[in-house]
């Protein structure tokens, strides 16, 4: 600046000067009614490694952009594009922008000293699976087994592993003993991912069957009173009484009956009074009352 007559070695009469190549730049002009000339060694920064096109799946599109070898130059990152947040970083051996997704992104490089270029840069997503389950939503008897299914991917992995048989499969077997939400990761061949979910609810209303009669005779038919369909609850209170309100049998094993005896000895024949109390696998407690017919 400040001089006059300028001549670059290119011709250019002008104050300044483009480089676009490494090498040696002079420059002639007066000042003080002298000529002078200056040089300019020219060696430019090598561009990072920036890939023009990326593809990966929906938001897990990652950007590796790396310093040319035996670069040190410490660069400042700028990604963006018109839907997204700007995303910086600075660096001397490169950085990586993960969980992008799809589209035109601009990405501008500053150095240190203040150069920068922006560059341009398409990322192109992978179709995700589309996952379809049945049932969607079910209910099972407590202790009941069902089979779930999933559909639409390459690969498959459930949650809850402890209530299906084998969790890297589209159709498992479940038998859970709460109200459970399945929830199945699917990947295609892209690696890609999507999820599904199946729900099952738990009926703990088990039906439980009281006889109104039976024949303590020794025939092998019905010799026993007995509460039958008793696998998953647990029994509080099983009591007979006589018409005397006399206890004439408790227990609380549900393998054992009344056999029609008190003391060793039989019973008469008629009408006894039962008072029975369940406990369900979901804490419900249920009370039974009712009578019971001795015949022989």
Avoid at 260 to 277: N, P
Wanted: proline share 6%.
């Amino acid at each position: 600046t400040g001089m006059q007559c300028y001549l670059w070695d290119n011709g250019s009469t002008e104050q300044t000067r483009y480089a676009h190549a490494p090498g040696t730049y002079y420059v002639q002009y007066f000042k003080d009614c002298s000529v002078t000339i200056d040089t300019y060694n020219v060696y430019p920064i090598p561009l990072p490694d920036v890939p023009a096109l990326t593809h990966g799946c929906p938001n897990e599109i990652t950007v590796s952009v790396r310093n040319q070898s035996d670069d040190t130059t410490t660069y400042s990152y700028k990604l963006y594009n018109l839907n997204e947040q700007p995303i910086t970083a600075k660096s001397n051996n490169g950085y990586n922008f993960g969980g992008l997704s799809g589209g035109d992104w601009l990405l501008q490089i500053t150095t240190e000293a203040g150069c920068d270029t922006t560059l341009l840069i398409r990322l192109e997503e992978y179709p995700v699976p589309m996952i379809t389950t049945r049932p969607t939503d079910t209910t099972i008897y407590y202790g009941d087994t069902i089979r779930i299914f999933a559909e639409g991917a390459y690969l498959y992995t459930w949650n809850y592993v402890t209530s299906l048989d084998t969790p890297t499969i589209a159709a498992p077997l479940v038998s859970p003993k709460q109200p459970t939400t399945y929830r199945v990761f699917g990947l295609n061949e892209y690696g890609c991912r999507a999820e599904g979910f199946v729900n099952v609810d738990i009926d703990y209303t088990m039906p439980v069957f009281i006889p109104n009669a039976f024949s303590p005779n020794g025939d092998g038919i019905n010799d026993v009173f007995k509460i039958t369909n008793i696998n998953y609850q647990r029994i509080s209170a099983f009591k007979v009484f006589n018409r005397l309100g006399q206890e004439v049998f408790s227990t609380h094993n549900p393998d054992i009956g009344w056999d029609g005896t008190y003391r060793g000895k039989s019973c008469d024949l008629g009408v006894y009074f039962y008072f029975i109390e369940l406990v369900f696998p979901n804490g419900e407690v249920k009370a039974y009352k009712g009578d019971i017919t001795l015949i022989r």
